[in-house]
């Protein structure tokens, strides 16, 4: 009976959760509440470990099929859209072909910005939309647009040629071909052949390669031999064509047979075309090897790529320099697993070596952002391990043994069902999602423990391990439970809420760190109730842990009692801490006005590569690029240990990242830019992270450049969401010259300031450009058409591509070429004797029809949302690295300086200046990034004290309450920006988000305090003693919470990413929760009326139950103060009319008395009179 009675389901409970038994049952029936409920249903259900092992297995299998990344999918779709306008300046290309397209695409749902670039003969707009549109939708709405349309662009410009990139657009490896005595044309044709092979594995994406020249088929006429035979570029031209095609006939039959007829054949080799005949002279064939040198190879070089090792020469590999190489990229599909496609890539690739790739030809990996996402997220894996380990000790050494198996049972389910629902919610395991977990991990384990902690409580007074106790345990702390989980939801989930990039980047810490929340708070309803059971202790144990409980208190109270008194009972001590506190406040605070601790969006990563973009002054040559950029590769080889290997790329752009997708740096294509990468140890094996190498390697090559007339940028992966560049200045105006003027102006204050690197801006400098200007008189006189003589000279100065050439066996199109050679197309004056065709079928010499003049390039037209501007852009460095800073800087420079226009110009910092009559600029780049953050964070936080406020208010019905439990909030900042100073750290997004957090996990702690003190006043503690009682025994619990919670935030201290939500996580509760424990209680005490529900205190501060208090409330109130006097001394001799030492309302309580109102709440049906012994008891029955 006795193992029946322990075991079944509890059907009763009490009406308050103060002190209250299981065994008290109401007329109106069972009020559990919704965790009780919970915890009745499932603590001996056969269900439970069932769903227990089912949460575990969905969490596995999250784990493993959850795609990795290293930082968060974000889509930004951005469509360029390239038309060419032959002949049209830049001004009338900006007028007449980007306008009506920049008007179009301004009028899409969900666009952002627009910009374009307009110059001679050509123009690009981009089509930035919003955060989160999708890519497909965006492309379709762009196509509709246009199509319908396209009545409005001149009949003149080209089709437009949409173009879409997005973050899948990204390669997630890249690997260079290079060896010794290997030609990059040969390297080329490889690296297409090794592209088609890698394209085999499942889910690789788009693949492209840079580098190598094409294979060609060249022909190369001499202009003098041209004249002597009389012959055109024309006729060549005709006659390639004409003999390098097939086509169909038709159809024959013979007999049974039915027989397609083609016509035609193709070109097959350079002897093939050397032999045809393209005129007569004097009755003799003129063949074209007669008039040309016919060039079977690679094409004149239009981009060069070479590979260097880095200082460390121990490795084959690395005994490199300047040879030649191909770069061959591949991203991966939409959704897929970029850890997966990596290594598949790479092991295909392994498999291709001495079959495909000669073993003369290496292939050097030089970047697997497979490899760096999954290491990245192990790392975290594994300090998520040692942040449960932590946790998993501090349980065991706090609460004991059996209730931390509990506790430590719970945590490994609750981490993986929530990286199950990462996959569930199409999100990745990233380094955010992993930080959203450590982040957590020390909360999710406080529901478990509050409940473990109080059932063992309670089956300690009760002396009896039962179900049934169980049970009102969990209902006991389960709606304060319930309110402070919400409290941090309500912190958590307005982050979810900002915008621009860096919402969706920072969203898995909102989104992940409230699933973990709630599933903990399912947890610790469900799993925690049966596992207690299962492992519930022997009384003796129990009462072991009692006395050792006693004795932590007895300490607890030692120390705690003796500093807190003095301030509630001393008004000047009292007043005399609050106002230190509000002043180490302000002194905090004060340090970011000092620049003590500075602010920046996001710290640099550490990461495996940087680039080192080179501009040459516009019109260079590309060999001439192409030696800057090896001597300044040359000098990072040989300076900077860290290397171990360098691309340099000239005339072409190196594989694009993320940023460099933002950016546009896949356009730099003009022979005057060059880019170097260069490839790092890895992080385990260098003193130095990325960015320090960074900095010292720019200025290693700073003044070098500067000699070889070069501008350099060093470029870093930005820590988070890529912008055009971290201080940029877009300078508005009434003019183009006007503008330019600004621009060169600013550009110089760039440079003057410090701390700001690699100033520059987009204005190209002046250079000189041939330009041949028809004589159209004299070309109608002669019979020639202006289309003929500009299609003319087109053929003779390269790249006029007659068709291709069938049956080479390459997957790149061999183009055969018409051409003059290189070294003649130089010299301008020998063009002046090429034939031109007449109407008449003479030949005119080009001179005869105009003339070749230089004039100057001209500038590009920069728009962004229809507005023309200009770019002034660099880079900020040191310690003071916050665009901030810079800004302040220039802005400091700039009172004294006056605009052409006459304006003193001021920079706007939310969006651009209202109009375009005078000069003016905004501040754009990370500054926007950072304000948009930390505007919509600082939003976010006004949201949560709104909703954290509202909580407070439904729980505790007044508005006092609820101010004294977040007045801890702000505390939190005296711990944290000091720790910020302590740790040499920028105050950063991350802190923020840190101290966002803080703010719902220190209201916590503060709910459970004032719920505990509102409690003793409720069963009949004066204030003081019951904010004493409060502080003393919660003082554990509180601390334990906090602890656990600065261990997990512990082992991500040195991240350079989110070392600020650590500081702020180990650092803010190590000061917030001490002077919590001194400033509730003398918030408390300050409004002690308000913590007695009849607002009435007696003059000794004991809450009062009042005439004017509903009845049924009233008589509650005293059978719990009755209850809490019977339970407090077990020992009153039933047979003795004892006097019980219980205050109500000034009265001493006799035993009679106490029968008296037990009677009345039976009358009331509060109580049922054969409910327990306590009734017997009481009334002298037993």
């Known amino acids: 009976m006795a193992d029946n009675k322990s075991t079944r389901k509890i059907d009763h409970v009490s009406r308050r959760p103060a002190l209250s038994h299981p065994h008290l049952e109401h007329e109106e029936g069972p009020r559990l509440g919704l965790a009780g409920n919970i915890a009745n249903f499932f603590i001996d259900s056969p269900l439970t470990p069932l769903f227990f092992g089912a949460a575990l297995f969905i969490g596995l299998i999250g784990l493993m099929y959850t795609p990795r990344q290293e930082d968060p999918q974000i889509s930004v779709p951005m469509i360029d859209i390239f038309i060419q306008y032959s002949g049209a300046s830049a001004q009338d290309v900006a007028d007449l072909a980007i306008a009506p397209l920049e008007g179009m695409m301004k009028e899409i749902p969900g666009v952002k910005h627009i910009y374009s670039a307009s110059q001679h003969d050509q123009g690009i707009v981009t089509v930035r939309f919003k955060v989160n549109e999708e890519m497909g939708p965006s492309i379709v709405k762009v196509h509709d647009k246009l199509q319908s349309n396209m009545d409005k662009i001149p009949p003149d410009v080209s089709m437009p040629l949409v173009k879409p990139k997005g973050i899948d657009d990204v390669p997630v490896v890249t690997l260079t071909l290079w060896g010794e005595g290997v030609y990059d044309s040969e390297l080329r044709v490889l690296a297409h052949k090794v592209l088609q092979r890698l394209k085999e594995v499942p889910n690789a994406g788009q693949g492209f390669v840079v580098g190598g020249r094409k294979q060609q088929l060249r022909i190369e006429v001499l202009p003098e031999r041209l004249t002597g035979f009389g012959i055109s570029l024309d006729q060549i031209a005709k006659t390639i064509r004409t003999s390098n095609s097939e086509f169909p006939a038709g159809y024959l039959e013979q007999g049974a047979t039915s027989f397609k007829v083609f016509t035609g054949s193709f070109l097959k080799n350079a002897s093939d075309i050397e032999q045809l005949v393209v005129g007569v002279n004097q009755g003799k064939p003129i063949y074209l090897r007669d008039i040309a040198n016919i060039i079977d190879g690679a094409s004149e070089p239009k981009q060069l790529v070479s590979f260097y090792s880095g200082a460390d020469n121990t490795h084959p590999e690395k005994l490199a320099s300047d040879i030649p190489a191909v770069t061959?990229?591949?991203?991966?599909?939409?959704?897929?697993?970029?850890?997966?496609?990596?290594?598949?890539?790479?092991?295909?690739?392994?498999?291709?070596?001495?079959?495909?790739?000669?073993?003369?030809?290496?292939?050097t990996i030089t970047r697997d952002y497979g490899k760096t996402a999954n290491d990245k997220v192990?790392?975290?894996?594994?300090?998520?391990?040692?942040?449960?380990?932590?946790v998993s000790i501090l349980c065991w050494i706090t609460i004991g043994a059996r209730p931390a198996v509990v506790v430590i049972t719970v945590i490994p389910v609750v981490i993986l069902i929530t990286i199950w629902s990462s996959w569930a919610l199409g999100n990745t395991i990233n380094r955010v999602s992993m930080f959203a977990l450590i982040f957590s991990i020390g909360i999710l384990v406080d529901d478990a423990t509050v409940v473990v902690e109080n059932i063992f409580r309670r089956w300690l007074r009760n002396g009896e391990t039962?179900?049934?106790?169980?049970?009102?345990?969990?209902?006991?702390?389960?709606?304060?439970?319930i309110i402070a989980t919400f409290t941090i939801l309500a912190a958590l989930l307005p982050m979810g809420f900002v915008s621009g990039m860096m919402g969706p980047y920072m969203r898995p810490i909102p989104v992940l760190g409230s699933v973990a929340m709630l599933f903990s708070l399912f947890a610790a309803f469900v799993f925690t109730p049966w596992f207690s059971l299962l492992l519930k202790p022997r009384l003796d144990t129990l009462r072991k842990a009692e006395v050792h409980e006693k004795n932590i208190q007895d300490r607890i109270g030692g120390f705690y009692r003796p500093l807190l008194l003095p301030l509630i009972k001393n008004r000047f001590l009292g007043w005399g801490f609050l106002i230190s506190v509000i002043v180490m406040f302000f002194l905090a605070c004060a340090m970011f006005y000092t620049k003590s601790v500075t602010v920046k969006m996001l710290p640099f990563d550490n990461k495996p590569e940087f680039n080192i973009l080179i501009?040459?002054?516009?019109?260079?040559?590309?060999?001439?690029?192409?030696?800057?950029?090896?001597?300044?590769?040359?000098?990072?080889?040989k300076n900077v240990p860290e290397v171990t290997a360098l691309q340099t790329y000239a005339g072409t752009a190196s594989p694009f990242n993320f940023n460099g997708m933002v950016r546009h740096y896949y356009l730099r294509q003009e022979p005057w830019h060059a880019d170097i990468q260069v490839m790092l140890m890895d992080k385990e094996h260098r003193d130095r992270s990325s960015h320090q190498l960074a900095e010292s390697t720019r200025k290693l090559l700073t003044e070098q450049a500067h000699a070889m007339g070069a501008k350099i940028a060093i470029i870093e992966m930005p820590p988070g969401p890529p912008v055009l560049q971290t201080v940029v200045a877009e300078i508005y105006g009434p003019d183009a010259k006007t503008r330019r003027q600004v621009t060169t102006d600013m550009t110089q204050i760039f440079e003057q300031t410090p701390n700001l690197v690699d100033a520059d801006n987009y204005m190209i400098m002046p250079y000189e450009r041939w330009q041949f200007n028809v004589d159209t008189e004299k070309a109608l006189r002669q019979g020639v058409g202006v289309e003929t003589i500009n299609r003319n000279i087109q053929m003779a100065m390269g790249g006029y591509q007659l068709g291709d050439m069938k049956g080479h066996g390459s997957l790149e199109p061999k183009y055969i070429v018409l051409?003059?050679?290189?070294?003649?197309?130089?010299?301008i004056e020998r063009?002046?004797?090429?034939?031109?065709?007449?109407t008449q079928g003479q030949m005119i010499p080009l001179a005869e029809l105009g003339s070749f003049v230089k004039t100057e390039e001209q500038n590009v037209i920069y728009r962004k949302d229809l507005r023309s501007m200009e770019y002034v852009v660099g880079e900020m460095e040191g310690r003071l690295g916050a665009p901030i800073y810079g800004i302040l800087s220039v802005e400091d420079t700039l009172k004294n300086y006056v605009s052409p226009d006459g304006v003193q110009i001021t920079g706007t910092m939310t969006g651009p200046p209202d109009d375009d009559l005078h000069s003016g600029f905004e501040w754009s780049g990370e500054w926007v990034v950072t304000y948009e953050t930390f505007r919509d964070m600082g939003l976010a936080f006004a949201?949560?004290?709104v909703l954290i406020f509202g909580l407070l208010v439904l729980e505790f019905r007044n508005f006092i309450l609820p101010a004294v439990i977040m007045a801890p909030i702000p505390l939190t900042l005296i711990g944290i920006i000091p720790g910020h100073w302590i740790m040499n750290a920028e105050f950063t997004a991350t802190s923020m988000i840190g101290f966002i957090a803080l703010a719902g996990i220190e209201v916590r702690s503060s709910i459970l305090l004032v719920d505990f003190v509102k409690n003793e006043v409720y069963l009949g503690q004066d204030a003081v003693h019951a904010v004493a009682t409060a502080g003393q025994i919660r003082m554990r619990p509180i601390w334990v919470t906090n602890l656990t919670m600065m261990a997990g935030a512990a082992t991500i201290l040195f991240d350079p990413i989110f070392q600020g939500m650590a500081i702020s996580l180990l650092f803010g509760p190590i000061v917030a929760t001490t002077l919590t424990l001194f400033v509730i209680p003398l918030g408390c005490t300050s409004v002690h009326?308000?913590?007695?529900?009849?607002?009435?205190?007696?003059?000794?501060?004991?809450?009062?139950?009042?005439?004017d208090m509903p009845t049924k409330e009233a008589d509650e109130m005293c059978y719990q103060r009755l209850l809490k006097a019977i339970v407090e001394d077990k020992k009153i001799p039933p047979s003795i009319n004892a006097v019980m030492k219980f205050n109500f309302n000034g009265e001493t309580l006799s035993r009679d008395k106490a029968k008296t109102y037990l009677d009345k709440m039976v009358t009331r049906g509060i109580l049922r009179r054969d409910n327990r012994n306590w009734y017997q008891i009481v009334s002298g029955q037993e």
């Open 615 to 637: 501009n040459m002054p516009e019109g260079t040559a590309l060999l001439e690029t192409a030696n800057v950029a090896r001597r300044l590769a040359e000098t990072v080889r």
């Open 1089 to 1107: 009326r308000k913590l007695c529900p009849s607002g009435e205190v007696s003059e000794d501060g004991i809450c009062l139950i009042a005439d």
């Open 328 to 363: 061959i990229a591949l991203a991966k599909k939409e959704g897929s697993n970029g850890v997966t496609v990596a290594k598949a890539v790479i092991a295909k690739l392994d498999s291709l070596k001495g079959r495909l790739i000669p073993d003369n030809i290496h292939a």
């Open 378 to 390: 192990n790392e975290l894996l594994k300090a998520l391990v040692y942040a449960a380990i932590a």
């Open 819 to 827: 051409q003059m050679p290189l070294g003649k197309r130089g010299e």
């Open 466 to 481: 039962t179900l049934e106790t169980a049970v009102d345990a969990v209902r006991e702390v389960g709606n304060p439970t």
């Open 831 to 838: 063009l002046s004797n090429l034939p031109i065709p007449s």
């Open 943 to 945: 949201a949560a004290l």
